[in-house]
């Protein structure tokens, strides 16, 4: 359903990052164990004891009732309760990735910071102002992007951590809480009951089976308690399935494959809402183009607006032939921060399963020096993380390599890669 939702288009908000689309669609696919099942199973067992209880006339059956409508009312006031911590929660939780990636992204000016400070506060003196002036110029101008995607309203130390976890331990303690109540309900109606407050006391006299009901309510906390924890896996999973109904994302056009005899021409050409240098230049069929650059200049905006996957102004023309917006079904953009799937090799590099051979596969492996991390059964890891950053990239490589395209746009081919691998690659 995710997948499905996502296809052929872009998610806008940063905050929903991998992780958090991780976490959402987690929750979804574990309701059943989660949740679903725990509360069924304590549901109908309570059922079925309170209809026997009646049934066969059990001395003290309403006690039995009495407990199942106190557990009914506990879980409908600690589900109320549980939905509102995890909205909260998910909000924290939204509200620190976007700071963290902000803050992140913004990496490139950090050193502006102090200067910044000291200018407003008139501690520049005369000689330095002109310098200090041009310096920030400069560097703002360099780091566009990232100065863009920052957001100075947002500061990193007021949006931490401990918003995430206090939240979440707030959940756990309410369904402690609520778990201790009912205990504590259960334990004095036995303590009542053995204690002669009821009639169910003679009966224990002379019907040995009116037993059951005070070990049915002595035993009730142990098999109906974690029906507590499973309404904050509910809740949790109700403001997943809101998070994913509510993701933006912008459509991307996918257009059909087009071959290119002679020449890309670039005309006026820049992504959209971006302030970057128009291009103006001919791309040849065949070779290797390289676009170089000062950080921030609108390198990978470029690729990205070349491939489609930005919107972009001015022309893009194939042979002559003004393309419309829109994704090139046989063209490849391999990100700078590659995706890598927590699974195995295999996985990796061929995700659609396109029933490559084994021989192309171990091929392509050797040729770009990652012969070390076969066998194709290989576990990569979560997201790849064992993997060093030359590894990730180059398996991003090979399975954009591997899809055949006609046109490869690579965002930073040789990052975290030694001269002898830069050759080979």
């Excluded at 509910?234 to 399935?241: I, L, P, R, T």
């Excluded at 001015?314 to 921060?337: A, F, S």
Aim: aromatic share 8%; glycine share 6%; charged share 15%.
């Amino acid at each position: 359903s995710v997948f499905s939702q996502l296809e052929n288009t872009q998610i806008n908000e940063k905050a929903l990052t991998t992780e958090a689309l991780a976490q959402h669609t987690e929750e979804l696919a574990s309701r059943w164990i989660a949740w679903i099942a725990p509360l069924s199973s304590a549901t109908f067992i309570f059922t079925c004891l309170c209809v026997v209880a009646v049934g066969f006339g059990f001395p003290g059956a309403g006690l039995l009732i009495a407990l199942f409508v106190v557990w009914s009312i506990a879980l409908v006031l600690q589900g109320v309760g549980a939905l509102r911590i995890a909205k909260r929660a998910t909000h924290a939780n939204a509200r620190f990735r976007q700071a963290s990636t902000n803050f992140l992204n913004s990496s490139a000016i950090w050193h502006l910071s102090t200067a910044f400070t000291n200018t407003r506060e008139g501690k520049t003196t005369c000689a330095d102002e002109s310098h200090t002036l041009q310096g920030l110029e400069h560097d703002v101008a360099t780091n566009r992007e990232a100065a863009e995607v920052s957001a100075p309203d947002i500061n990193i130390k007021d949006v931490s951590a401990k918003v995430v976890w206090h939240e979440k331990i707030a959940q756990k303690n309410t369904a402690d809480r609520t778990a201790w109540w009912f205990q504590g309900v259960a334990f004095l109606l036995v303590v009542l009951t053995m204690s002669g407050a009821f009639s169910i006391t003679s009966a224990l006299l002379f019907a040995p089976i009116a037993i059951v009901v005070p070990m049915v309510l002595l035993a009730a906390p142990d098999w109906a308690g974690n029906a507590f924890s499973s309404i904050s896996k509910f809740a949790q999973y109700k403001q997943s399935v809101k998070a994913l109904q509510q993701m933006k994302a912008t459509p991307i056009k996918m257009l059909c494959e087009r071959e290119i005899n002679t020449a890309v021409t670039l005309t006026e050409f820049s992504v959209t809402g971006r302030r970057t240098s128009k291009v103006n230049t001919n791309l040849p069929a065949r070779g290797v183009v390289c676009v170089s650059g000062a950080s921030g200049c609108g390198k990978s905006s470029l690729l990205q607006g070349l491939a489609g996957l930005l919107p972009a102004d001015g022309k893009r023309e194939i042979d002559g032939v003004n393309m419309p917006p829109g994704l090139v079904t046989n063209w490849r953009y391999v990100e700078q921060e590659p995706v890598i799937l927590s699974g195995s090799l295999a996985l990796n590099l061929d995700p659609a399963g396109r029933c490559i051979s084994h021989s192309e596969f171990i091929t392509l492996m050797q040729e770009l020096g990652l012969e070390k991390l076969l066998p194709l059964t290989t576990w990569v890891g979560k997201a790849g993380r064992p993997l060093s950053g030359g590894e990730r990239k180059r398996v991003a490589l090979a399975r954009a390599i591997l899809a055949k395209p006609r046109v490869l746009l690579v965002d930073e081919p040789f990052e975290g890669l030694d001269i002898h691998t830069q050759q080979r690659v």
